[in-house]
């Protein structure tokens, strides 16, 4: 089975959150303000997203927990757009680089530095007025980040006790198959000698 690649997926999870943002801030809802709903929004794509990275990294989503916890507390204090939005990006970047993806630190930095400076910058000088413009935003800023996967190696780093583990049951199999074969070749070798 082929795994999905981070490139394509965050750029198809882009599509996504921003047919989702735009539905949640073109809602109805007089309770909530537009800035409220959007960021709830932007949150529960980052939750999700984050999710994936999860996914296609092979680390367990409980990892997640304290960048989420973190968010949550900002997302319930940010009383704008903007200042839930950039505690955000840092957050992305802590999860993508720190949890999901760990290694050299110099290459990750640098790659989360460019990606997130210029994702925000192409929505905030690009974006256009209104709801389609805040969806727009948000995938250009996804198609940008899908670009972090290009300057640094996705490849999760496999736990050598994981690696031996698994040449030692290949091994297994292996030797299983072939003791079947065997005694398979000497009952049709007694079959027909009778």
């Known amino acids: 089975m082929n795994r999905i690649s981070p490139i394509t997926a965050t750029a198809i999870f882009g599509g996504a959150a921003a047919l989702l943002s735009a539905g949640a801030i ?5 309770f909530a303000a537009w800035p409220a709903r959007l960021n709830t929004a932007l949150f529960l794509c980052l939750a999700a997203y984050a999710a994936l990275l999860a996914r296609l990294s092979g680390k367990p989503g409980r990892a997640l927990a304290a960048p989420l916890l973190l ?7 940010a009383d704008s757009v903007t200042g839930f939005v950039i505690p955000a990006a840092a957050g992305l970047a802590w999860i993508r680089s720190g949890v999901c993806f760990p ?15 210029a ?3 192409l929505c905030g000088v690009l974006r256009p007025s209104g709801i389609a413009g805040w969806a727009l935003g948000l995938w250009m800023f996804f198609l940008i980040q899908a670009l972090y996967f290009a300057f640094v190696d996705p490849a999760p780093a496999q736990d050598p006790r994981q690696a031996l583990r698994s040449r030692a049951q ?15 070749q000497l009952s049709s070798q007694r079959d027909s000698d009778t």
Request: charged fraction near 20%.
């Open 103 to 117: 290694g050299p630190v110099v290459r990750r930095a640098a790659a989360e530095i460019l990606t997130m400076a």
């Open 170 to 184: 290949a091994l297994l199999r292996e030797r299983k198959l072939e003791r079947a074969f065997s005694e398979l």
């Open 26 to 30: 073109s809602l109805p809802l007089h």
């Open 119 to 121: 994702g925000l910058a």
């Open 71 to 77: 968010l949550s507390a900002v997302l319930a204090s």
